[in-house]
Structure formats: structure tokens, C-alpha cells
């Protein structure tokens, strides 16, 4: 899912946080994201290149992430 930054339509993106490395956290809108059986997450990390990073993962099944804040080098999201 989403190798890339350029990768997501931007219709479907609810926040983008640049991070002081250049780098992005995007927040997809995961009513709009193509089902995807087995889950799928909604907080992506991307490199000052485009490039995925990581993908967060929810704690529990089933569970999406509704929003998320940057607080200094901290990253907080919420289920």
C-alpha cells in the first residue's frame, strides 16, 4: 500500500504534517480508502524523497487512527 508519497490521490488525504527532516506524515481518510482485506492502516510515514517509510500499525483489530499531532520530535496518534 502506498510505496509512495505521489502514490496517494489527493482527495483522499485528511492531514499532512512536514517533519523537520523534509520528510511527511500523512493521515489518509480511511472511509475512502480502497477495502482491503486482512486491515490496513492510515498513518503512513514518508521520506524527504517520497519514499514510505513505515506504515503505523493499530494495538487493537479492526481499529483506525482518527487523528495524530506532532509535539517537538514526538508523534502522537489516536484510535
Not at 514518508?46 to 487523528?67: P, Q
Not at 517537538?72 to 489516536?78: H, K, L, Q, V
Amino acid at each position: 500500500m502506498y510505496e509512495n508519497l505521489s502514490d496517494i490521490e489527493p482527495d483522499i488525504i485528511s492531514k499532512t504534517l512536514e517533519l523537520p527532516d523534509g520528510g511527511h506524515l500523512v493521515f489518509v481518510d480511511y472511509a475512502k480508502l480502497p477495502h482491503v482485506r486482512g486491515g490496513i492502516t492510515n498513518l503512513l510515514r514518508f521520506n524527504v524523497e517520497g519514499s514510505r517509510m513505515w506504515a503505523a500499525e493499530t494495538i487493537e483489530s479492526g481499529d483506525i487512527f482518527t487523528s495524530m499531532e506532532l509535539n517537538g520530535d514526538s508523534i502522537y496518534a489516536f484510535t
